[in-house]
């Protein structure tokens, strides 16, 4: 049996699963979010997003789907890491279709309050254009803040 324990390193063994295992798995995961603690599932989905970032994206659509899932939840709820991986999911198209302007959005509202994953992300959205117009000084500006440099 698989563990529901996942904030606290419950998806250790997802890249070695067999695909006969994933619904199983699935389930385990569904059981471990049927709570509404929502520190919990801010942490589950971090860890999940870590995860599902380790192995190739085609073995591992189904589990961004659930990251996806999880951030939406979590970002009802105004948690800050859930909107920043969200914003994440939309900007890379990872476990839904591409929205350059959900992405940023969501990911200018993280890294307001100090999400750094999503301070790196908006900086690449300033630089390249994506969800709003180009500039260089706001993209420069919150990547110094992603790497500590303001």
């Given at each position: 049996?698989?563990?529901t324990?996942?904030?606290?390193?419950?998806?250790?063994?997802?890249?070695y699963l067999?695909?006969?295992?994933?619904?199983?798995?699935?389930?385990c995961?569904?059981?471990?979010?049927?709570?509404?603690n929502?520190?919990?599932?801010s942490?589950?989905t971090?860890?999940?997003?870590?995860?599902?970032s380790?192995?190739?994206?085609?073995?591992?659509?189904?589990?961004?789907?659930?990251?996806f899932?999880?951030?939406?939840?979590?970002?009802?709820?105004?948690?800050?890491?859930?909107?920043?991986i969200?914003?994440?999911c939309?900007?890379?198209?990872?476990g839904?279709?591409?929205?350059?302007?959900?992405?940023f959005?969501?990911?200018?509202?993280?890294?307001?309050?100090?999400?750094s994953?999503?301070?790196?992300?908006?900086?690449e959205?300033?630089?390249?254009?994506?969800g709003?117009?180009?500039?260089?000084?706001?993209?420069?500006?919150?990547n110094n803040?992603?790497?500590?440099r303001?």
């Open positions: 049996m698989f563990s324990n996942v904030g606290n390193g419950g998806f250790k063994n997802l890249y067999k695909e006969d295992s994933k619904e199983q798995y699935k389930e995961i569904l059981k471990a979010f049927t709570d509404s929502i520190k919990r599932l942490e589950a971090n860890e999940l997003k870590m995860r599902a380790q192995i190739p994206y085609r073995k591992n659509k189904w589990i961004w789907e659930y990251v899932m999880f951030a939406k939840k979590g970002t009802i709820y105004g948690d800050v890491n859930c909107q920043g969200l914003g994440h939309f900007l890379y198209a990872k839904c279709k591409k929205n350059y302007n959900e992405a959005r969501l990911l200018k509202l993280a890294a307001e309050q100090g999400n994953r999503a301070q790196y992300d908006l900086g959205c300033y630089y390249k254009g994506w709003t117009e180009v500039n260089s000084k706001l993209g420069e500006y919150w803040k992603y790497w500590g303001e």
